[in-house]
């Protein structure tokens, strides 16, 4: 089984920017489209960018034009970098496959707060 290890969050005030990586068990990430998800307390995991193989993106309309997602195929690592971080943005973020169903084990995910 895929183990995921996400990394970098951390606190951060309103307007700062965070890099978040997710790196994956075996050379096996680099074969699939990988997406970063969030988690606030009391509300349901939401999707907030996805990459394909080849690099194609996608965002959540919420982080659109301050989130990016990226990827190092060789170094088996998704990335999410942050800017212009708002309050709202304040959650457990986490790494896995861009599937609607069927994902990896879940890792322990990677707190980001921002707050003044």
């Known amino acids: 089984q895929v183990q995921l290890v996400e990394a970098g969050g951390g606190l951060v005030q309103p307007g700062g920017s965070l890099r978040l990586s997710c790196a994956a068990s075996g050379s096996i990430l680099s074969i699939y489209a990988m997406a970063w998800y969030r988690q606030a307390p009391g509300n349901e995991r939401e999707l907030v960018a996805t990459?394909?193989?080849?690099?194609?993106?996608n965002y959540a309309d919420s982080v659109k034009g301050r989130f990016t997602i990226s990827r190092d195929n060789a170094k088996n690592t998704v990335y999410l970098q942050m800017n212009s971080l708002k309050p709202d943005d304040t959650a457990v973020y986490y790494c896995?496959?861009?599937?609607?169903?069927?994902?990896?084990?879940w890792g322990q995910g990677t707190q980001v707060t921002v707050s003044s």
């Open positions: 896995n496959r861009a599937v609607l169903v069927g994902w990896w084990n």
């Open positions: 990459i394909t193989r080849g690099g194609s993106t």
